[in-house]
């Protein structure tokens, strides 16, 4: 657009006084081309340093969900270890029908057993 203006003011033609109006016009419309140059410098380098910031984080984020991935599967195994162990000690600690035949009852020494009685 401004490019558009300063053509425009190229083909102006016409009396001696118009001519330093048309310069300084010109001048200023220059200007605000090299302030847009410079602003679109700027913004190029604002646009790399946001998308450096922006692959960092992604890096980042990508590394603390592969760390929670690690952390939760650590935490399941270990339930699961935990779990198996309690079912082995429950399987221990369970009697089993089998070894309760009525002659091992009978074979054992009921004189021995102490036990305290309780009253309700």
């Given at each position: 657009m401004l490019m558009r203006d300063l053509l425009a003011l190229d083909e102006v033609t016409g009396a001696d006084e118009l001519r330093p109006l048309r310069k300084t016009t010109v001048k200023e419309v220059q200007s605000l081309l090299d302030d847009v140059d410079?602003?679109?410098?700027?913004?190029?380098?604002?646009?790399?340093?946001?998308?450096?910031?922006?692959?960092?984080?992604?890096?980042?984020?990508?590394?603390?969900?592969?760390?929670?991935?690690?952390?939760?599967?650590?935490?399941?195994?270990?339930?699961?270890?935990?779990?198996?162990?309690?079912?082995?000690a429950d399987d221990d600690d369970e009697p089993v029908e089998e070894d309760l035949d009525e002659e091992s009852v009978d074979s054992v020494d009921w004189s021995t057993l102490k036990l305290d009685p309780e009253f309700h």
């Open positions: 410079g602003l679109r410098g700027r913004l190029a380098d604002i646009h790399k340093s946001v998308l450096a910031d922006l692959k960092e984080e992604e890096e980042k984020e990508k590394q603390r969900k592969e760390a929670e991935a690690e952390e939760e599967e650590a935490k399941q195994k270990q339930k699961e270890e935990e779990e198996d162990a309690a079912a082995a």
